[in-house]
Nanobody, 124 residues
Framework: QVQLVESGGGLVQPGGSLRLSCAASGRIFSISVMGWYRQAPGKGRELVATRTVANETNYADSVKARFTISRDIRGNTAYLEMNLLKPEDTGVYYC??????????????????WGQGTLVTVSS
C-alpha cells in the first residue's frame, strides 16, 4: 500500500517560516511528480507548488519568491520551504504524488495519491 505522510505544520506569526515534509512509502517504482496543495477555510483546494522528476517546478502566483519546493536525492520525500508567511497562507496543506507501482498481479499502474493534510496557521 502506498501512502504519503506529511509533517511540519503548526502555528507561526506573520513573516515567519515553516518547512513541510512529505514522505512517500510503499511498493513504489517511480514518482513522476510531487506537489503541495492547500485548502483555506471555506474555500476549495488550490495548487501551491509542484516538482517533476525532471525538476520542473510550478508555483501559484501568490507564493512565488516566498515558497520553495524540493525533493530529496531518492525522490521519495518532498519539502515545502515557506518564508514570509502571511495570514492568507493559512489552511490545510496536502501532499500529492503521481507515481507508478507494480501491483500484486505484476501490472504497472499509475496512481494519484494524497496525504492526510497538515494544518498551517499564520496568525499573531
Amino acid at each position: 500500500q502506498v501512502q504519503l505522510v506529511e509533517s511540519g505544520g503548526g502555528l507561526v506569526q506573520p513573516g515567519g517560516s515553516l518547512r513541510l515534509s512529505c514522505a512517500a512509502s510503499g511498493r513504489i517504482f517511480s514518482i513522476s511528480v510531487m506537489g503541495w496543495y492547500r485548502q483555506a477555510p471555506g474555500k476549495g483546494r488550490e495548487l501551491v507548488a509542484t516538482r517533476t522528476v525532471a525538476n520542473e517546478t510550478n508555483y501559484a502566483d501568490s507564493v512565488k519568491a516566498r515558497f520553495t519546493i524540493s525533493r530529496d536525492i531518492r525522490g521519495n520525500t518532498a519539502y515545502l520551504e515557506m518564508n514570509l508567511l502571511k495570514p492568507e497562507d493559512t489552511g490545510v496543506y496536502y501532499c500529492h504524488a503521481g507515481l507508478t507501482i507494480l501491483d500484486d498481479v505484476s501490472q504497472w499502474r499509475y496512481l494519484e495519491v494524497w496525504g492526510q493534510g497538515t494544518l498551517v496557521t499564520v496568525s499573531s
